[in-house]
């Protein structure tokens, strides 16, 4: 069997994306909704798992994450935020590609205005503690399975797709670049 390169554009459009890989592209939950200017989201995906903080997420948007799009496993806590103005000044500092939160935001016109595209479950004007907190690097588990490092997010406002990275390139290789989150 014999794959099929196709057109740049289409590896860009969660539509195009869905038609191609049919049930290995992974639809994320409706429920995140775009909160910056920029809806479209394209980038190889980091993991990260928060808990009682924000302590532990700052120290990691202070990595080396350049391009990537960050998952926030906020275990979908919607009362309280972990993802606000400073969060977002380090993830642009960072130049991250994105982020995709499974929690709320608060600072929510500051985020409004960004660039960095931000998908989110909800807002909410309580803040997690920024002194405290872990952060655990890895993989999660949402309701379309796994979701881990070897894998791309593809997205704009007609939704979310997650499908894995080798798939993604055989099928787009003009978008290679990518990959390792450098474009």
Request: aromatic share 6%; glycine share 10%; with cysteine.
């Amino acid at each position: 069997m014999t794959t099929q390169i196709m057109s740049p554009a289409n590896g860009k459009n969660p539509t195009a994306i869905c038609a191609v890989f049919q049930e290995r592209a992974r639809v994320l939950s409706q429920h995140l909704q775009t909160f910056s200017a920029k809806p479209t989201i394209l980038g190889p995906i980091l993991v990260v798992t928060v808990e009682d903080g924000t302590a532990g997420l700052d120290e990691y948007l202070r990595g080396p994450i350049r391009d990537h799009v960050i998952f926030i496993n906020a275990h979908c806590e919607i009362d309280v935020s972990f993802f606000g103005k400073r969060q977002l000044l380090l993830a642009t500092e960072g130049g991250v590609g994105g982020i995709v939160l499974f929690g709320s935001i608060h600072d929510a016109e500051q985020v409004a205005e960004s660039y960095i595209p931000i998908r989110a479950m909800g807002i909410s004007p309580r803040a997690m503690p920024n002194k405290v907190g872990t952060c655990r690097v890895g993989s999660m588990r949402t309701d379309t399975g796994p979701i881990g490092d070897t894998d791309m997010v593809v997205g704009n406002r007609d939704g979310v797709v997650v499908v894995d990275s080798n798939l993604y390139f055989t099928r787009f290789p003009a978008l290679t670049s990518r990959r390792t989150g450098v474009v």
